[in-house]
């Protein structure tokens, strides 16, 4: 492997508890509650508002606002000063979803159909706008209860997780568009650093220190602390897709490789496979999501299974989550002991446990 | 007719001059090169940051941010203090282009294939939604320039120009979804308020305004004025679709029928087509874009000149920018004259005069 300082070294006891579900939820209730109130309901409601609630009413887990509240909380900051900054967190991450869900050409979403299959790419795209818009003016009413300064600094933040994901993403693109093959482990944690680690968890957990007046000083080890925990949560993700039953997953098993998504699984293929092997599965990746058969996304699963892949990425996020564990121990001892230090803890281990 | 309160009386002549245009041209090259500054060069070049170029570079008119410029130029602020404002201005605008480019399927903007026609819809989503938070990071770099609190009200007023501008998108998606035929031109004009005229003429003019610190008692008639043009303009844009020659206007003739896009023209038509030519049209406007022929798109065209729908357009848009000139002259009385007053003066003419 060409990348990351891991240390390899025996694993640690799984530790995500019953504490880490029960405070999840807790935090959801809070968060869709006060999305609840600030989506408007008023004659735009069929159209626009309306549609707006549909993905977060869904069954989601509510994973980034939960970050921001819980990182605010074990700094010593009060709930109530992150609640609206976490759940502009989670109607952007929604915002993101309706509209990443229209160019993967995505056909279900948490378990129902997404949000373009309903009501066309038109309305989902506005909607999508709408719920962005929605979410600064929710950063921008922290202004009335934070002030002038906390709040702009907020939205800065903001602006570069936006900025990253937006990089990110085209990074992932630039390598679809031109079909690249020789894409290293190391420029794919880099690319989904940008592109999940950032707006997952680097920036939840920085705007949460941040409202609880943090030192700048300590957002260095949260930056550490969340592309390790963030990259093992995508990768996590990337296997799911591959091997999760449907009915727990909510998407598309396979999606990811009729999308032809660069996932680690498939650099780690590339990189692998044999001469034949690898002139196909690059010619299957060559071709656009319509041209790609049921025995086409049959021949790359296989291929995965073959070659370790999916087994490599496994470990790789395995590897991703005790780095975090270490970091965490060694970074964030500043940290009291508190019911919030502990969902942070517990956290690391559900990005790799987590079934869905 | 049903709506807004414009009084008959004998139309002004027509004062568009060279002056305006050569002052509408210096703003645009000052607007684009500044536009040129913000747009990072780096990694991402292909993929994001030289998309994000693509409209901008192309001949478009850079009608709002001149509105920007010459509102606080008129107003007594410097026009350095406004610069960044328009240009986020058009950066939205342009993102705007973008997005909307591909919810409608279209094929050409400004003389050449639509951003995803070139770059496919994935990339063209991203670049999009770059360049809107490019527009954003620039409001935010007003801090530095103008300080907290004007900053903050510019980011304000771009918030309400965007929610503005969703609503309205909305009204009118709701019309087409459910093939409304009852609609008013009241209603039709209260759409066009939110959907057009917040976004060309409202906002970019408070803006202007604000930056030259001008009493929050003098928005109120730059609201009305705002209205008035921007209706006009947006009229006007819906007569040229149906009757400009393709070389200069640059959009596909005739592509508001098949997109089946809801125009003041077509509210006229519904409302005073016979009960059979009424029915057939309906029928058209209730099928998707795919499914209406070259033969359909010919029958409605005529259906519009024949029922007079395309004059009374013409008309209206006239006598928008009638009452916009009164309004200039009654509520602008504070403005000492200068080249911009002039400017924002002929810009009245322009609305309308104006073939591309």
């Known amino acids: 492997m060409d990348s990351v300082t891991l240390k390899e070294e025996q694993s640690r006891p799984a530790r995500s508890t019953q504490h880490f579900f029960d405070m999840l939820r807790h935090y959801r209730e809070l968060v869709l509650a006060r999305i609840c109130e600030l989506v408007p ?31 605010c909380q074990a700094c010593g900051g009060r709930m109530e000063e992150a609640l609206d900054t976490a759940a502009a967190i989670e109607m952007f991450h929604n915002a993101f979803l309706i509209h990443d869900d229209i160019e993967d050409e995505s056909e279900s979403r948490r378990g129902f159909p997404t949000l373009h299959h309903q009501y066309g790419i038109a309305i989902a ?17 922290n202004t009335r209860t934070l002030g002038l300064e906390r709040a702009l600094m907020l939205i800065f933040e903001i602006e ?27 420029e794919y944690l880099r690319m ?9 968890c680097i920036a939840p957990l920085r705007t949460g220190a941040l409202i609880a007046n943090v030192r700048p000083a300590e957002l260095a080890a949260i930056n550490a602390f969340g592309f390790k925990t963030g990259a093992a949560f995508q990768i996590q993700d990337d296997v799911l897709n591959l091997t999760a039953e449907m009915a727990l997953y909510g998407k598309e098993i396979g999606g990811d490789i009729a999308e032809g998504k660069r996932t680690v699984i498939v650099v780690h293929l590339i990189a692998h496979a044999k001469p034949a092997d690898r002139r196909r599965i690059l010619d299957i990746y060559g071709r656009r ?4 058969s049921a025995d086409d996304v049959a021949f790359v699963l296989a291929c995965m299974r073959r070659y370790g892949s999916i087994r490599f990425a496994s470990d790789l996020a395995r590897r991703l989550t005790d780095s975090a564990a270490r970091t965490f121990a060694q970074r964030f001892a500043w940290l009291p002991p508190s019911p919030y230090r502990r969902f942070l803890e517990e956290m690391i281990d559900y990005m790799i446990e987590r079934q869905l």
């Open 125 to 141: 795209t506005n909607v999508g706008d709408g719920l962005n818009m929605l979410a600064m003016r929710t950063l921008l009413g």
């Open 160 to 186: 570069r997780m936006a900025r990253e994901s937006t990089e990110g993403q085209s990074i992932e693109l630039d390598w679809v568009r031109f079909n690249r093959a020789g894409v290293t482990v190391r």
């Open 192 to 200: 989904s650093c940008k592109k999940t680690c950032w707006y997952t």
């Open 41 to 71: 309901r008023n004659r735009y409601q069929r159209t626009l508002y309306g549609p707006m609630l549909e993905y977060p009413m869904r069954e989601g887990k509510g994973f980034r606002p939960a970050l921001c509240l819980a990182m």
């Open 289 to 292: 999501r319509t041209d790609k």
